[in-house]
């Protein structure tokens, strides 16, 4: 099974600023895939973006984008131009089958 | 296209009682996992669910918690006894296809509280 690592529990940021949020993984399977959640306080996760291990390029939806680095086995999620409603939890994930693993998850404060 | 959904939000008992969870998956998603997501941490598989069939029950505290997906649909977690380390989340998600790429979508949870 995948083990996520995310190192920052609450991160700050300034509205309109771009902000990234850590995490690595390690796994031996060749094959899996990486995923960013949001969990605003009404509880719901909402996907954000995914990365396969193949992929060549960095995914991006929107004003998300993920900076996969596969020999460091990282994958931070770089949000541009913040918007107040992006402060929430953020939960990076991963799975090599069917089964997310999760991080402990980093708490963003965008600020006015 | 309707969300995954659960029954209740809410939930509050008493320790020992018992208690049980709803879920509704995404239409034409075979898939359906249930986690458990405790305070201050991210959510931890219970159990998953391809169809009918369990594919995933490993981390399942069967003395107490049980499952079942009739008709590879609707699905239902039971706790019976609860204890008060059950207070938590309960996420119900699912899928359409299995393997790397299976973005799972999420309900709103039941937040279950036991005294």
């Known amino acids: 099974a995948q083990k996520i690592t995310q190192t920052q529990p609450g991160m700050f940021v300034q509205e309109k600023e771009a902000v990234t949020l850590d995490c690595t993984y390690d796994?031996?399977?060749?094959?899996?895939?990486l995923f960013w959640y949001k969990q605003p306080s009404s509880g719901e996760m909402i996907f954000l973006i995914y990365?396969?291990?193949?992929?060549?390029q960095n995914a991006t939806e929107g004003r998300y984008s993920l900076n996969f680095q596969k020999a460091r086995k990282s994958a931070n999620l770089v949000i541009s131009a913040s918007q107040l409603g992006d402060s929430a939890m953020y939960f990076c994930?991963?799975?090599?089958?069917?089964?997310?693993?999760f991080g402990k998850g980093t708490s963003l404060l965008v600020t006015p | 296209e309707a969300g995954v959904a659960q029954s209740p939000r809410y939930k509050i008992i008493e320790k020992r009682q018992s208690v049980a969870f709803w879920c509704n998956p995404i239409?034409?998603?075979?898939?359906l996992y249930w986690y458990q997501q405790i305070l201050g941490q991210g959510p931890k598989l219970l159990i998953q669910?391809?169809?009918?069939?369990?594919?995933?029950d490993s981390q399942l505290p069967k003395d107490r918690f049980s499952a079942e997906r009739l008709k590879g649909v609707d699905s239902t977690l039971k706790i019976q006894p609860a204890k008060l380390e059950d207070s938590a989340v309960y996420l119900c998600?699912?899928?359409?296809?299995?393997?790397?790429?299976?973005?799972?979508?999420f309900g709103a949870g039941t937040r279950l509280s036991v005294l």
């Open positions: 998600a699912s899928s359409l296809v299995a393997g790397e790429k299976n973005i799972q979508y």
């Open positions: 796994t031996s399977d060749p094959s899996y895939g």
């Open positions: 990365q396969g291990s193949y992929d060549q």
């Open positions: 994930a991963g799975n090599s089958g069917y089964a997310l693993n």
């Open positions: 239409s034409g998603h075979a898939t």
């Open positions: 669910f391809q169809n009918n069939g369990v594919v995933d």
